[in-house]
């Protein structure tokens, strides 16, 4: 019902709004869970970096980090009514390919940083 007369841009800013329509609480809890898993994961990443001395990486973690939880907040106030809207897109979800993209190139940082740390503490 939401999707086909009430939201304004139902597939970009309020894609989350669709997610809890059909997929219920538990979807939507689901949804949050991921990301914040996938927050603490990058946060995790950030503190092995730092701990084998490469700050930039380190850095670089905590920034993305900040990045995607900042996005999800907005874009959450956004589809419950507490923000005005921003067009800002849910991270991962939301349609649009430059959204995506840039996701995507700051997930890859992340898992190079990973990647770097993992091998630095084997050595």
Known sequence: VQKLFYLPEAHTDFIFSILAEELGLVGA?????????????????????????HFYAAYLCYGVGVVFAVQVLINLG?????????????????????????????????????????KKAEE
Do not use: C, H, W
Not at 30 to 53: D, N, P, W, Y
Not at 78 to 100: H, R
């Open 29 to 53: 809890l689901i949804t949050l869970g991921l990301f914040a898993l996938m927050i603490l994961r990058i946060f995790r990443v950030g503190r092995q970096s730092e701990q084998v001395k």
């Open 78 to 118: 956004v589809n419950t009514g507490l923000l005005p809207t921003k067009g800002l897109t849910l991270p991962l979800i939301s349609y649009g390919g430059s959204s995506l993209l840039g996701s995507g190139i700051m997930l890859g940082l992340v898992f190079r940083a990973d990647y770097e740390s993992r």
